[in-house]
């Protein structure tokens, strides 16, 4: 069975702090998606990481993969109240048509 | 735009009785899904198609059915609602296969009620 785990399940933070959320999964896999999603809403892409080493950034949120650990972050750089929302990580089987996602992290940046 | 549309937004149905939600998409995607969100918890797979082969998951209750008619709609059934069915439910779409830009799009959700 597939596992895909987040940590911290939560995270409260101060503003202008940094901080790694962390993904860790259980199978073979190249790709893991991350997304945003606020209280009440859909999901929102982030990223799509395609390759090991695959490093991309959007303003103050950078994600990263190493296929080798099987592990995925998302890094968070001075941090602002609207960062603020669920975070979640997701990895795709090889067939390429099942995505399962992390257990998600409740972000709270507080001033 | 291209998107994935969920109708209702919003739905409040009986215990034990039937409802249907519906998705529709202009992306022209192969595979559409269906997930369940509780509060406070990833969401959970519950089906998908690729084109018009269905895909179950093994711990997908008999009570959730699923049919798509054609590439653009897919329709989430719920025989028989019970309490513990209350949540979002998401529907997403993706071009299917190992491609290298198999990225998967989601709808804005339907949040249902069981009273």
């Known amino acids: 069975e597939l596992k895909v785990e987040q940590n911290p399940l939560f995270l409260s933070m101060q503003e202008g702090k940094n901080y790694t959320i962390y993904c860790n999964y259980s199978t073979t896999s190249d790709r893991l998606y991350w997304y945003r999603q606020d209280p009440g809403k859909s999901l929102e892409s982030l990223f799509v990481?395609?390759?090991?080493?695959a490093v991309k950034q959007e303003g103050r949120l950078m994600a990263s993969l190493d296929t080798k650990a099987r592990l995925s972050t998302l890094h968070i750089t001075a941090a602002v109240h609207d960062l603020s929302a669920t975070y979640f990580c997701a990895v795709v089987t090889w067939t390429g048509n099942q995505f399962y996602f992390g257990t998600g992290t409740s972000l709270t940046v507080i001033p | 735009d291209a998107m994935v549309i969920q109708n209702p937004r919003y739905q409040v149905t009986q215990f034990g009785k039937p409802v249907t939600l519906s998705c529709s998409q202009t992306l022209n995607h192969n595979v559409m899904y269906w997930y369940q969100q509780k509060s406070s918890q990833a969401p959970k797979l519950l089906f998908h198609y690729y084109d018009k082969d269905f895909n179950n998951e093994a711990d997908t209750p008999d009570n959730f059915q699923s049919r798509r008619p054609n590439t653009s709609f897919c329709f989430l059934d719920i025989r028989s609602p019970g309490l513990g069915d209350a949540a979002m439910y998401l529907c997403a779409t993706s071009r299917g296969g190992q491609g290298q830009w198999n990225e998967q799009f989601f709808g804005p959700g339907t949040r249902l009620t069981v009273l």
């Open positions: 990481l395609l390759s090991n080493g």
